[in-house]
């Protein structure tokens, strides 16, 4: 397997691996794929984005019980948020 190298070849990696999961038919994505997908998102600075693909898993993670994925899911998006935050600030 190829490493990645930043965050917008892991976002093109998981926007693939995304659209391969609906592409099969029955639409369904593992909802720890929407976890990374939206974190690598948020390290983008793609707030609205990111906060798109966690909604998407926020309802599996949470009937799962899955809380590590669900940390991990919101360590990410207020990663971004601070992110934009200090991007504003120097502008």
Known sequence: MRVMRGP???VAAF????ELHRGTGNGSVPAILLV???EARAHLG?????????AEAF???ERANAAKAL?????????????I???????
């Open 46 to 54: 793609w707030v609205e984005r990111a906060a798109s693909a966690l």
């Open 15 to 18: 926007e693939r691996a995304v």
């Open 59 to 61: 309802p599996t993670l």
């Open 36 to 38: 990374w997908h939206g």
């Open 71 to 83: 940390a991990i899911a919101l360590a990410g998006f207020r990663e971004a948020a601070t992110l």
């Open 85 to 91: 935050r200090r991007i504003s600030v120097t502008q």
């Open 8 to 10: 917008a070849q892991a």
